[in-house]
């Protein structure tokens, strides 16, 4: 149970993923489980797509038809747990906040982690990305096998 | 003996908040504090905050730290900065001690505002006082203010925010993070600070403390022990983790000392973290002029204390006779503000123990 042990179950996280055909281009993933005071991710949002409203204590709410994929709201999230995914043929395509160093670089090859913390695969860095918007938190795209779609999480160390 | 209109014992987010919104309403203000630069813990926090764009949400620590510094620039003709000033008393007659570069002195102020912060409580355990055991705020300082290490391969006891928080802090500044122990049986913070610290490989091992520790000139390691619902230690479940830090991160307790010394009216509530001052709706103590804001009115999280320290400065200001030229819509706002950051079900405890101290405050 994510209040005991940190880390959601996999149904859990299967909720919030919308239906695999709306991951032909990037999408935000929201994992926030719990109601806190927080609502940078929806007023971050340049096309509305996250919804919050009044009580900043709720969930937010995403339509994943209006998410254009602009990543704001995964270096906005102070709780960094907004990823971008997409699929493209085999290998999903994860962008994630990322603030450990050394950064990775683009070419190479990282270990993939689940949210229990478990290394499940190789993951391949695409781009690194940091700008003044994010404010010293890099967005780090990677590719993993498709398969780790729903497992993949963060990325460990260079193999 | 200096005499000042409105004194602000301590420099943190309440305190600079306070002071902001009471140099706007035309008061002159002398702001005292123990640190070298002002921010209170604020200097310390370098990641994103919660909250809404009003408290600075997805701002970092540090950098709201300096905001609230810069907005009292424009004020400066009326606003005198005592750092490095730790207020040693505070008496009937508004008298307050302060020692500064070795030199005691007395100030007589008129009106104050005391927002003091808390301090971090201590755990019970055999062999606590070795070299390697420190309190997380001390972490915190040796790593983000000084750049040193606590050491190389760390326990955090406690899963509130800020064990959970400085835990990911020591992992981003290279220290390993071998468990963290939580004693009830649940993580006490929110879950996306704790879901970073699992993904890194950091396991929360909950209904289980610290039992001893042990080390000849220093710590080298430690034993655990798992804890039944009265959280009485199970006998058999001990386990030992070498490591050459622990930190020790179990809850704040309101820095009351002060208002306690003018023999202000306290009351104990729990679940604020401990004597907070019995307060009227415009966060005045018993002691007339007197008024209290942020966690020495009980423990919440920075984004409430400036919020609160806004508030306070407002109600405070207009008591003393200086109204804040938007008084009306300002207030409306923070109360709004206070309202929806406490409402949660993370603000359950907050609510509860508010109730409890306003109840004892009004009879």
Redesign the interface.
């Known amino acids: 149970m994510?209040?005991?042990?940190?880390?959601?179950t996999k149904e859990q996280v299967k909720t919030k993923f919308p239906k695999i055909e709306k991951l032909v281009k990037p999408i935000a993933i929201i994992?926030?489980?719990?109601?806190?005071?927080?609502?940078?991710c929806s007023?971050?949002c340049p096309v509305n797509a996250i919804t919050i409203g009044?009580?900043?204590?709720?969930i937010p709410k995403i339509d994943y038809d209006l998410c254009i994929g602009c990543g704001s709201c995964v270096y906005?999230?102070?709780?960094?747990?907004i990823m971008l995914v997409s699929i493209k043929e085999d290998l999903a395509i994860f962008q994630i906040p990322y603030?450990?160093?050394p950064v990775p670089l683009t070419g190479e090859i990282w270990s993939g982690?689940?949210?229990?913390?478990h290394q499940i695969c190789e993951a391949n860095i695409l781009k690194t990305l940091k700008n003044k918007q994010s404010?010293?938190?890099v967005i780090v795209t990677v590719s993993v096998p498709k398969e780790f779609l729903y497992d993949f999480?963060?990325v460990?160390c260079k193999l | 003996m200096d005499k000042f209109d409105l004194v602000i014992i301590g420099g943190g987010p309440a305190g600079l908040s306070a002071a902001r919104i009471a140099l706007e309403a035309g008061l002159s203000v002398t702001l005292i504090d123990r640190s070298i630069s002002l921010g209170g813990q604020l200097i310390k926090q370098t990641?994103?905050?919660?909250?809404?764009?009003a408290q600075y949400?997805?701002?970092?620590g540090i950098d709201i730290a300096n905001i609230l510094i810069n907005d009292l620039d424009e004020y400066k003709d009326r606003l005198h900065i005592l750092k490095e000033a730790t207020v040693v008393a505070l008496y009937k007659d508004y008298v307050i001690t302060v020692y500064q570069f070795n030199k005691y002195f007395k100030i007589q102020a008129k009106s104050i505002i005391v927002a003091t912060g808390a301090s971090e409580k201590v755990l019970a355990f055999e062999n606590n006082d070795l070299p390697g055991i420190y309190g997380a705020g001390a972490v915190q300082t040796l790593m983000n203010l000084y750049g040193v290490l606590p050491g190389k391969e760390v326990v955090m006891v406690g899963s509130g925010n800020i064990g959970l928080i400085v835990s990911y802090q020591m992992?981003?500044a290279?220290v390993k993070v071998k468990a963290l122990l939580e004693a009830s049986?649940?993580?006490g913070g929110?879950?996306?600070?704790?879901?970073?610290?699992?993904?890194?490989?950091?396991?929360?091992l909950?209904r289980t403390t610290v039992k001893k520790a042990y080390g000849k000139n220093k710590l080298e390691k430690i034993q655990t022990v798992e804890l039944d619902e009265q959280w009485n230690y199970i006998e058999g479940t001990e386990t030992e983790i070498s490591c050459d830090a622990l930190c020790i991160s179990v809850g704040l307790t309101p820095l009351h000392q002060l208002l306690s010394m003018a023999e202000i009216d306290m009351i104990y509530v729990n679940e604020l973290g401990g004597l907070i001052p019995k307060l009227k709706k415009n966060y005045e103590t018993s002691m007339p002029r007197v008024f209290a804001c942020g966690d020495v009115t009980g423990i919440e999280?920075a984004?409430s204390a400036m919020v609160e320290g806004k508030l306070a400065g407002l109600l405070a200001s207009k008591s003393l006779g200086f109204i804040h030229p938007e008084f009306e819509l300002l207030e409306k706002n923070l109360v709004e503000q206070l309202n929806?950051?406490?409402?949660?079900?993370?603000?359950v405890k907050i609510r509860l123990g508010l109730e409890k101290a306003e109840v004892n405050s009004h009879d």
């Open positions: 994510i209040k005991v042990n940190g880390y959601p994992e926030c489980y719990q109601e806190i005071p927080c609502n940078p007023t971050s009044e009580d900043i204590n709720k906005s999230c102070p709780g960094l747990c603030e450990l160093l982690i689940d949210r229990s913390g404010d010293r938190t999480s963060t460990g | 990641h994103k905050f919660f909250g809404s764009k949400a997805k701002t970092r992992i981003q290279g049986d649940h993580i929110y879950l996306v600070h704790a879901s970073k610290l699992v993904r890194l490989g950091v396991p929360i909950t999280e984004s929806n950051l406490r409402q949660g079900p993370c603000g």
